[in-house]
């Protein structure tokens, strides 16, 4: 909890201070940046209760209570939507922060039931004293570092994506690249809960030396990743106008750059398995690992390919670079997944040998 309060309130700080700067990095101007400045500046005062309860709602999972860490999120997103209406019409022209103090009301209760749940009800875990514990921040930060990592390269990664299509294809190429953004970040979001629910089952039966069911989770998991990107990518590839359509791009840009869209989506079933191989290396708290396969994708394959390609082919190196940079990632995730998984077969055989 301690690193929690920390890490919130710079958060909340930085946040409130810096949001017109967030804004200007996904290319946000006039009444739209306004609106967002005016957002922001109330959403991130709950940066405590959202932190708290994601955190604390990953130990729940641990604990093996899925089912209970579900219902508490979707409380969340079901008050959320109830308080939306109410607020925004009780406060008048100032609806925009209504919206963000809606959000951060279901965020508070999260908290609340999170915090209840974990002072008087968990058996296994215990919040009392709130302070650092020095055994466990090395291993929480490495773990940690490498997750955080991947979401602050994705933004710049998004970013950067979206203001070189601009740069090289103009305002055309721009706005399919946004709705491309916010379509892959829709089809993302499943796969991350799919990895959320693996990363107890490894990390429980690493922990255990139980590492045939290690073994086993990877391979049930990898399929289930690359079963549940199939439903997004056939449709992304088959009903590719229809889909940019619901995201409200019209006719003659679809056209203009449907091949694009589809370019860019073109190995979104291999991101199952890339997003299991990121979670199996945090399951097992090997950091380092974890961290090379975020740095390899963004620092040193992504943002080369992002300067080097639009240079030589143009604005359709934008739409093919992270493909094939996420192509090359996968290869190695893989291998090294392999090779890990391969070392604990023969802790396994040495172990049996040895009984």
């Known amino acids: 909890i301690f690193w929690v309060i920390l890490f919130s309130s710079i958060i909340t700080i930085g946040g409130i201070l810096l949001a017109p700067h967030f804004l200007d990095m996904v290319g946000a101007s006039g009444e739209i940046k306004e609106y967002g400045i005016r957002y922001l500046r109330v959403i991130f005062i ?40 109410i607020l925004m019409k009780l406060m008048g022209k100032y609806s925009i922060e209504g919206a963000a103090l809606a959000t951060i009301t279901a965020q508070f209760v999260q908290a609340i039931i999170t915090l209840h749940y974990f002072k008087y009800k968990s058996k296994a875990v215990k919040i009392n004293k709130i302070k650092p514990d020095q055994e466990i921040k090395k291993e929480m930060f490495g773990v940690g570092s490498s997750a955080m990592m991947m979401q602050i390269l994705f933004m710049i990664q998004q970013t950067m994506l979206y203001k070189m299509s601009f740069k090289y294809g103009g305002d055309t190429n721009a706005i399919l690249m946004a709705a491309t953004l916010r379509i892959y970040a829709f089809s993302f979001i499943p796969l991350w809960g799919m990895s959320q629910g693996l990363q107890p089952v490894v990390g429980t039966n690493f922990g255990a030396k139980k590492y045939d069911r290690v073994k086993e989770a990877m391979k049930v998991f990898s399929i289930g990743g690359l079963v549940l990107a199939s439903i997004f990518w056939i449709p992304a590839l088959a009903f590719s106008n229809n889909i940019l359509s619901l995201f409200g791009v019209e006719e003659s ?26 979670t199996f290396f945090q399951s097992i708290g090997n950091a380092k690992k974890a961290g090379i396969i975020v740095m390899l994708r963004q620092l040193f394959l992504f943002l080369p390919a992002m300067i080097i390609l639009p240079m030589i082919f143009g604005v359709k190196a934008v739409w093919f670079a992270e493909p094939l940079v996420d192509l090359i990632m996968i290869i190695v995730g893989v291998v090294m997944m392999f090779g890990e998984l391969n070392r604990m077969d023969k802790i396994s055989l040495k172990n049996s040998s040895n009984e």
């Open 253 to 278: 840009i679809i056209n203009q750059g449907i091949e694009n869209f589809r370019l860019f989506y073109s190995i979104f079933i291999l991101y199952g398995v890339m997003v299991m191989t990121i």
């Open 46 to 85: 709950g940066s405590l209760f959202v932190n708290f309860t994601q955190s604390a709602n990953m130990v729940m999972r641990g604990e093996g209570l899925m089912k209970k860490a579900m219902l508490i999120m979707g409380l969340g997103a079901f008050l959320n939507i109830i308080l939306d209406p």
